[in-house]
Nanobody
């Protein structure tokens, strides 16, 4: 069973930065894509960013220019660098990965942006 384990969440002030990590239990190159989603209370889950197997990336409109997704194949880890954080970025951030016929979710990590 593939596991995705997120870490790096926490409480940060508006304008601050955090880096989230998603560690996979197998080679990240076995996935067609990996992604970060977020879910805030009372809101639908939304795509934050994804990285495709060829290295191309995509971002949600609300985070473009502030967040960066990257990967380290040696560590089987995908990162989400979050800068210029706003209160509306507060949510549970979940890692998501897909193979041809199966997808996986992590358990999530809480990010709270508040003064």
């Amino acid at each position: 069973q593939v596991q995705l384990v997120e870490s790096g969440g926490g409480l940060v002030q508006p304008g601050g930065s955090l880096r989230l990590s998603c560690a996979a239990s197998k080679s990240i190159f076995s996935f067609l894509f990996m992604a970060w989603y977020r879910q805030a209370p009372g809101k639908q889950r939304e795509l934050v960013a994804n990285i495709i197997s060829d290295g191309s990336t995509n971002y949600g409109d609300s985070v473009k220019g502030r967040f960066t997704i990257s990967r380290d194949s040696a560590k089987n880890t995908v990162y989400l660098q979050m800068n210029s954080l706003k209160s509306e970025d507060t949510a549970v951030y979940l890692c998501y990965a897909g193979e041809l016929a199966t997808t996986y979710w992590g358990q999530g990590t809480q990010v709270t942006v508040s003064s």
